[in-house]
């Protein structure tokens, strides 16, 4: 099947809907963390597409000696280079350290316009609040971008991730929250997990929104007996065996068990009718298209999608 890829001039008109980026308020005990980030309001509204359903071809590698911090309030646009370590090599049987990562996050940082390279053992660690904006992953080890900390509140706007044997993003916070809208997922076991056996366990919350998923396990594996809350809509996937899976989660470290797959009202909640999620069949539907995109971006897609119906 012939896709569409419309970087450069994308024929769908922008979504008003998600072209702003709203503030999001507070939503009580565990998820409360919103105003440390700011007025969200106050962001300008990307300037770059989404989603994207072909990989970024990076001109220029970077090969960090150590992990690069992204300090508070600090945005580091990593102008579509390509980002890996020296010494990095992927084990996917091992759960990394902060030492092991790419970038790390500090509360109140944002990340943008990045490509991980495959020579890393792990990603991306948000160690606090974050934005992690148009950042693509090229061959993920044993997860692509992990929430860690207290009430963590992290945005994933744009990008994509390929080939992750295990976990594209794994919510290891206490009490956090992911919002993930517009990312594109290419061959993956679990598209999202709250962590099944931390040592600090709490309600995690996470919302998936106009993503496309090519190719995987499970969109997402969550903890019920912690009250985790789980939603997903407007997205087109495929080749998705299941949407989320029920986990009992223990805080010691053993293996969490199965009880249940699929919606219901408290903790997985979505409906596919309602919720708009429809089976990809090789067009985007809803692409944001910026006013304002940078004008350098085109160059690095070639037209060239790896996507395979
Ligand atoms: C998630 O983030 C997007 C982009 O910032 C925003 O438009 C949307 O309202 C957010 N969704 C939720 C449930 O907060
Ligand atoms: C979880 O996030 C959604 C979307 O932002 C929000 O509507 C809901 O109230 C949150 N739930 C809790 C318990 O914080
Ligand atoms: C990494 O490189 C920088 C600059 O070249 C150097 O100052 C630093 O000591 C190196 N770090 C390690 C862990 O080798
Ligand atoms: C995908 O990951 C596997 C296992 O790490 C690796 O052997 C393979 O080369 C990767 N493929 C691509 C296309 O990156
Ligand atoms: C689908 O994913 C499996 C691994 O789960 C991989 O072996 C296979 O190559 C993928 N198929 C395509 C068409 O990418
Ligand atoms: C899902 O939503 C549709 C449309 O709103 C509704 O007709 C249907 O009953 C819902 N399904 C379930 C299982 O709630
Ligand atoms: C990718 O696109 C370029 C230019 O459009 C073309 O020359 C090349 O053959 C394409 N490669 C593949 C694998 O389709």
Redesign the pocket.
């Known amino acids: 099947m012939k896709l569409t890829t419309s970087v450069l001039l994308p024929l769908l008109p922008a979504l008003s809907s998600s072209a702003a980026v709203r503030r999001q308020n507070g939503d009580g005990p565990q998820g409360s963390g919103d105003a440390t980030q700011g007025d969200l309001g106050a962001r300008p509204p990307p300037r770059f597409p989404f989603p994207v359903i072909e990989f970024p071809v990076a001109k220029e590698t970077i090969v960090f000696n150590e992990t690069r911090y992204i300090q508070p309030g600090e945005v580091f646009d990593g102008g579509m280079k390509r980002y890996e370590r020296q010494e990095g090599s ?1 084990n ?1 049987q091992a759960e990394g350290t902060d030492a092991d990562t790419v970038f790390n996050l500090l509360p109140g940082s944002t990340i943008r316009n990045v490509i991980i390279g ?1 020579h890393q053992a792990e990603g991306i660690h948000a160690l606090g609040d974050a934005w992690v904006e148009n950042v693509w992953w ?2 993920v ?1 044993e997860d692509a971008l992990t929430s860690k900390g207290l009430n963590t509140q992290l945005r994933v706007i744009g990008g994509g991730a ?2 992750a ?1 295990d976990k594209i993003f794994q919510d290891n916070s206490l009490g956090g929250k992911v919002n993930i809208t517009g990312f594109y997922a290419e061959t993956f076991g679990t598209f999202y997990q709250s962590c099944g056996n931390c040592l600090n366990q709490a309600k995690r919350n996470v919302t998936i929104e106009n993503v496309i998923a090519i190719n995987g396990t499970r969109m997402g594996i969550i903890n019920p007996n912690y009250g985790d809350e789980y939603r997903i809509k407007d997205s087109q996937i495929v080749d998705v065996t299941r949407y989320v899976d029920k986990e009992i989660g223990n805080n010691v470290q053993t293996v969490p068990y199965t009880v249940g797959t699929g919606p219901d009202e408290k903790y997985a909640l979505y409906n596919l009718t309602r919720d708009h999620i429809t089976e990809f069949k090789g067009e985007v539907l809803n692409q944001y298209t910026p006013a304002d995109p940078y004008p350098w971006l085109g160059e690095f897609w070639k037209g060239n999608s790896t996507a395979k119906l």
């Open positions: 992927c996917e495959k090229e061959d080890c390929r080939n044997t």
